[in-house]
């Protein structure tokens, strides 16, 4: 049903039982916020969403109230905007004025707000609080000076992730949002996933950055630099570029990574396609030997930190498949260097994800090799736009180029790992060519796409009924979790994937894409799978190559060595 | 003893409990009343003051001495510790009631006073002190000479209702409660209304929130009565977390059960079967009488499943906040029982269609639920003949400040503030000038000279710029510095901001900020210019922080400095273009000088500097270096010779 409201003296309809804020943006009009996250209970902390309301006089925020037939509002009378400039100005006064310092400067919610504002002199003055930088964890850096409190990251982690690493902490003006007794991130629970990152309107959270190493490691003569670049990569740059969302940049990246100063260019999706080899095996080894049930997916590093804290029942489920990166990683050091000629030691190995969990991975003590790490820095693609900014190179006016070989070609299958549900999808279409001998006719299994929560389908693989199921969001895996703690046996193989829509909206993205840029990375990754005739990992040459000359098998004993792991138990503070 | 406490608890049972509606009883049951309530005692009874405000004074060594005097002489007597009657500022008070005697009341009984006291009472003599007055009553023989207890100045103008029994009976025993009519007009209400009429009734008798909003009662409970729900709750909030403000304490110490009671009227007319009573854990021992109040109620079958057979359930529990002033806003208190971090959140929806657990909550304040008991008994239109147009019954005081009198208060509502701080509490301390009056906490504003016969009513008090508030009653004289007590304020609201709304967290602490520098010693660089700049900002910042906070807490935040800088502008004035507080208070403007020629070179106020401003040396007459110096006034107290003077 719908009803009038008055908004600026001009009478508008809007739907019944509709927060104001929502009906005001369907008519055009903008109103701030810091704190507001859609479709969740509102928090009403930053009140920058104030209207007036005309019958009353009074302020109310538009976040929380609903309309009312009759009502008479006004969006940016006097007594609003001052008031929203005076919150601003007070927010200021608590925040380092380091703006031209800012990793977020130039996309940062407060500096937005402040010019819309007309903030232009320090009228509210005062002491500041002392933060310290927390740069404890491997993959986040907190910076609470920076923090407006304005609690989306809390409720990210609580709510999406079923984490709650963090929360507010202390009272009044010395409130910061910390994890729990005010100590470093890296004792809390945190699983890295970026989310909070992903939320922050300000430079409080922000990725640990790699560029040093990497710039050091690209000076050495001595070092061969080699870099790999998963399949969420190519498409989430291009609007970053002023390009249309999801694009696919596959060549113009081998390329600028090249001239950046890159030895080798490799693409994940390559060890993607590994990981299918290998992780299809084990489904198909613990199906017919008996082994646990259901396989849950390992690519994942924030799944799998969370399962080894608060699912720890669930390790022996885990796949022992390392991720991707890692299986690349091993593989260049391993079965590359040998074929070059390089000692591992000259190898400086790169990895560019959308993901800051990864960094965690790269350095977690089961992911090296006789002492030396698989994968030695990690960006996420928030730096790879910086560093392909920082060289200076044009990304429209540069020629398309190759990866390398032999760890550079790829089936659409690794690609399509970037999306919730890809990498079911792969490993379904190669686990059905190892069990009947024969390929699927149809490989697009609709049932695993889309952003779902929990998505699930029942695959008939010759005589065998596979159930599976497919999880985004690390809040929504505790809900199927919990259903198989609860006694439910039907499902033989779970993707699990902590950020919500997966890979392609993962911590390490770019900060303020709307769900519609989100959404065209996905259909991207999915016309390439489409367009291209290379559908199953298994028939990817290189790997076959890589199996013949090196691996021998998937699940043989060179295979245990390079590509397996092991998870632990963890305690949830240390 | 075990035994007597079974048979009077039979007899309050079937006789007076199950008859409800009985009024007249046999002289028989009469006689066994009246000894329950300990008007027929056959030895002496002496009740002592014991609620926080008396164990202050001194009242637990009062007790132990009073035991000690009569274990010591072998005279049987009961002692009975009480709540507090109001008069907190002549506690301990310890009366004695002889067999056949008026109680008589006797202030300031310290443990050394003990003996003088007993030595002549319970030799039926009246020692030579001052004597605070004799309780009336009906039968017994009155003590020559001595004024009642109703015609003290303290009392004679009060109206009790909430505090009707506070400090007189037994807070232990739920037989003197019930011996006193308790828990009769909870069974009859129970029988008589349904929740809905009760709701009517509460509503039409006028009852509104006493927690410092004013809300409607009656109207408020059918909000929660009207939302279909498997559970309902009530919520007591006794987080009495206001600077100057001990009202709820001293009821829940004097008389938990009519508390209780009020708790469960409340709950059947909302058709809630449980409650929470939200309680500071700073209240030690209102949290130990409301444990006892609890199992005895439940003993008797008020509390529990089927209440004396009319299918009625009610569960009380209590739940101890860690003391965080935010926590006594609704949805920061729901969220505090809840296990969470005590913040408010936007409303709607509000606690009654979606609160404790997402059910709905009804949270009503101490004051207003033991109005009820009263108001059942005596009915609802006797309570609606109390009081104003719009504000009705009778509203708890609680006094302090430097006022001669301080303590608890309860006046009917229409009665004028002059009326309270001079009449009843005989005016400023020390026969100092009256300044003003804080009402309302840290929420509520300044009533000055001017505005002192305006009635207390809701309407009345928002119009003169302050509020009901919850009931603190801090009064100011002519040595107070009305920036210092903003200062104070906004010290106290900026730390107990729960930190979540920006106009409150930075807002508040920028105000205070402001206060500060005026108040300080002017800092380099920061010109008059400046600090008129400030104040000029503390009213804008003021009004947006009112405007925009999220809870009632930070809309709140700023009356203290807007109701100051209303009536007091000349004070901030003075610390700006002087840099002189009036009241000599704010040490940051206070200037010391050394009179060269009373000086005697002792080094005394030297040694006593710590800022080490003060030069000088043995036989070298001292000097103060006014930049170092920062006015603590160390050496003012510490010169036996008067050289040292403030300019």
Not at chain 1, 462 to 467: F, N, P, R, S, W
Not at chain 2, 13 to 29: H, I, Q, R
Not at chain 2, 135 to 157: M, N, Q, T, V
Not at chain 2, 173 to 187: N, V
Request: glycine share 8%; aromatic share 6%; proline share 4%.
């Amino acid at each position: 049903m719908n009803i009038n409201i008055k908004v600026n003296n001009k009478t508008i309809e809007v739907k019944k039982g509709e927060l104001i804020l929502d009906a005001l943006n369907k008519n055009g009009i903008k109103i701030p916020t810091l704190c507001h996250i859609k479709d969740s209970f509102p928090s009403g902390a930053c009140r920058m969403c104030l209207v007036e309301n005309v019958k009353t006089g009074k302020l109310i925020t538009s976040c929380s109230n609903y309309v009312e037939d009759g009502m008479e509002i006004l969006t940016h009378s006097r007594k609003v905007i001052e008031s929203r400039k005076v919150i601003i100005e007070l927010l200021l006064s608590n925040h380092p004025d380091d703006c031209l310092y800012c990793v977020r400067n130039g996309n940062c919610e407060l500096q937005n707000l402040a010019k819309e504002l007309d903030v232009r002199e320090r009228r509210v003055k005062g002491n500041k609080n002392n933060n310290f930088i927390d740069s404890s964890n491997p993959s986040i850096v907190r910076d609470p000076a920076k923090c407006i409190l304005c609690g989306r990251c809390v409720q990210r982690c609580e709510v999406v992730m079923g984490v709650s690493a963090i929360d507010f902490v202390n009272r009044g003006s010395k409130t910061i949002v910390a994890p729990a007794y005010n100590k470093g991130l890296n004792t809390s629970s945190c699983v890295n996933c970026g989310q909070c990152i992903m939320v922050c309107p300000t430079g409080a959270l922000t990725e640990k950055s790699h560029f040093n190493g990497l710039k050091s490691a690209l000076d050495d003569p001595t070092k061969t630099v080699i870099v790999q670049y998963a399949p969420s990569i190519t498409v989430s740059i291009a609007k970053e570029f002023g390009l249309q969302a999801g694009r696919d940049l596959n060549g113009v990246i081998n390329a600028a990574l090249r001239k950046i100063g890159f030895d080798k260019v490799f693409d994940t999706s390559f060890s993607a396609d590994l990981t299918i080899m290998e992780e299809s095996a084990e489904l198909i080894d613990r199906v017919v030997n008996g082994g646990k049930l259901p396989m849950i997916t390992s690519c994942c590093p924030s799944w799998v930190k969370y399962a080894e804290e608060f699912a720890n029942d669930f390790i022996p489920n885990i796949s022992s498949c390392k991720s991707p990166q890692q299986m690349m990683g091993a593989i260049i050091k391993s079965y590359y260097a040998e074929k070059v000629g390089l000692d591992p030691k000259d190898i400086y190995s790169v990895s560019i994800m959308p993901c800051t969990a990864k960094k965690f991975e790269a350095q977690r003590d089961e992911m090296t090799n006789k002492g030396i790490s698989d994968v030695d820095a990690v960006l996420t693609t928030r730096e790879l736009i910086e560093l392909i900014k920082l060289y200076g190179i044009d990304i429209d006016n540069i020629e398309p180029e190759l990866t390398d070989s032999p760890l550079g070609a790829r089936s659409s299958a690794g690609k399509i790992f970037g999306a919730s549900g890809g990498v079911m999808e792969a490993a379904l279409r190669t686990a059905y060519f190892k069990l009947t001998g024969t390929e699927l006719i149809n490989f697009k299994i609709h049932s695993v796409r889309g952003s779902e929560a929990i998505k699930e389908a029942r695959i008939k693989i010759g005589d065998l009924e596979v159930g599976v199921a497919v999880v985004n969001g690390l809040a929504n895996a505790k809900l199927l979790l919990d259903e198989i703690r609860n006694g439910r046996s039907d499902l033989h193989f779970i993707e699990i994937m902590a950020c919500p829509n997966g890979c392609i909206n993962g911590g390490g993205q770019p900060i303020g894409s709307e769900t519609l840029a989100v959404a065209a990375r996905t259909k991207a990754l999915y016309d390439i799978d489409d367009k291209e005739s290379l559908k199953v990992s298994h028939k990817n040459p290189e790997i076959k190559e890589l199996y013949d000359d090196y691996l021998e098998k998937p699940l043989g004993h060179k295979s245990h060595e390079l590509l397996h792991t092991t998870y632990n138990k963890r305690k949830v503070f240390l | 003893m075990n035994t007597s406490k079974n048979s009077n608890k039979d007899f309050l049972k079937d006789l007076v409990l199950k008859n409800y509606t009985k009024n007249s009883y046999s002289n028989e049951e009469e006689a066994t009343l009246a000894s329950i309530r300990n008007e027929h005692s056959p030895f002496p009874i002496i009740y002592i003051g014991a609620g926080t405000c008396g164990l202050g004074a001194g009242a637990r060594k009062t007790v132990n001495a009073t035991k000690k005097y009569l274990e010591d002489k072998g005279i049987e007597a009961k002692i009975i510790e009480v709540g507090c009657i109001g008069l907190c500022s002549s506690e301990p008070l310890l009366d004695v009631k002889l067999p056949g005697q008026n109680r008589i009341s006797f202030e300031h009984i310290t443990e050394d006073r003990v003996e003088l006291i007993l030595d002549n009472v319970l030799n039926n003599k009246l020692p030579d002190v001052e004597i605070l007055a004799q309780f009336r009553s009906k039968s017994d023989k009155a003590w020559d000479g001595i004024k009642f207890l109703d015609e003290h100045r303290f009392f004679a103008p009060q109206t009790r209702v909430v505090l009707k029994d506070c400090g007189l009976i037994d807070p232990i025993s739920i037989e003197e409660y019930i011996a006193r009519g308790g828990y009769k007009g909870y069974l009859s209400v129970i029988n008589k209304y349904s929740p809905m009429e009760l709701c009517d009734e509460v509503e039409k008798s006028g009852l509104r929130g006493r927690g410092g909003g004013g809300f409607p009662t009656g109207k408020k409970w059918k909000f929660a009565n009207s939302t279909p729900s498997d559970q309902k709750y009530l919520i007591c909030n006794a987080d009495e977390g206001d600077p100057g403000a001990f009202m709820d304490r001293a009821v829940i110490e004097g008389d938990p059960h009519r508390l209780l009671e009020g708790m469960a009227i409340a709950a059947y007319g909302i058709g809630a079967s449980k409650a929470y009573i939200y309680i500071r854990a700073e209240y030690p021992l209102a949290i130990e009488r409301l444990k006892i109040a609890i199992k005895e109620s439940t003993d008797y079958g008020l509390l529990g499943h089927n209440i004396f057979g009319n299918g009625v359930d009610f569960e009380v529990k209590l739940k101890m906040g860690a003391g965080a002033f935010v926590c006594g806003e609704e949805t920061a208190l729901i969220h505090s029982i809840e296990g969470k971090r005590g913040m408010p959140r936007p409303r709607p929806p509000f606690p009654a269609v979606s609160g404790l657990f997402g059910k709905p909550t009804i949270i009503n304040n101490v004051e207003t639920l033991s109005n009820l008991p009263e108001i059942v008994n005596k009915g609802f239109d006797w309570f609606a003949s109390i009081g104003t147009e719009n504000s009705k019954g009778t509203k708890v005081f609680a006094l302090s400040g430097k006022v001669a009198t301080t303590g608890l208060v309860e006046v009917p509502m229409g009665t004028t503030i002059r009326k309270i701080i001079y009449d009843i509490a005989g005016g400023a301390l020390n026969g100092k000038k009256f300044k003003a009056v804080q009402i309302g906490g840290p929420s509520g504003g300044c009533i000055t000279e001017e505005n002192l016969d305006i009635q207390i009513d809701y309407q009345s008090l928002i119009a003169a710029g302050a509020m009901m508030g919850s009931g603190g009653l801090v009064v100011m004289d002519e040595d107070t510095c009305m920036v210092d007590i903003a200062k104070f304020f906004m010290d106290f609201i900026q730390r107990e901001s729960c930190g979540k709304c920006i106009p409150c967290r930075e807002g508040t602490r920028r105000m205070l900020e402001i206060l500060e520098s005026i108040t300080s010693k002017p800092a380099q660089g920061i010109d008059t210019l400046e600090r008129f700049k400030g104040v000029l900002y503390l009213e804008k910042l003021g009004q947006v922080i009112k405007d925009t906070s999220l809870c009632g807490l930070g809309q709140t935040a700023p009356n203290p400095v807007l109701s100051t800088l209303k009536w007091f502008r000349n004070e901030y004035e003075e610390h700006i273009f002087e840099r002189k507080c009036p009241a000599n208070v704010c040490t940051g403007l206070r200037t010391y000088i050394i009179d060269v020629d009373k000086c005697t070179a002792c080094m005394a106020c030297l040694k006593k500097c710590p800022t080490t401003a003060i030069i000088g040396a043995k036989k070298v007459p001292h000097f103060i270096v006014a930049d170092k110096c920062i006015g603590c006034g160390a050496c003012f107290d510490a010169c036996k010779f008067g050289a040292i003077s403030i300019v």
